[in-house]
């Protein structure tokens, strides 16, 4: 599942995933359309807010592909 996916399932706006994890929604935007990679307490608080126990769900790179900060995970 991607974070838009999420999001869509969770019922919630961009404007209130935001506003629970303390970002802005510009950045929260950048995240949902890939132009940005979070750090792993903001991935964690989205996860958080979206419902989504394992962070790969919503962050890891496509097999093969090496992506920002969360690619180790």
Do not use: C
């Amino acid at each position: 599942m991607e974070l838009l996916a999420a999001r869509k399932q969770s019922g919630k706006t961009q404007a209130q995933v935001a506003r629970e994890t303390g970002i802005s929604l510009a950045q929260y935007q950048n995240l949902e359309y890939g132009k940005s990679t979070p750090n792993i307490r903001t991935a964690i608080r989205i996860a958080d807010a979206l419902g989504v126990g394992d962070l790969r769900e919503l962050f890891a790179p496509a097999p093969g592909e090496i992506h920002g900060t969360m690619a180790s995970i």
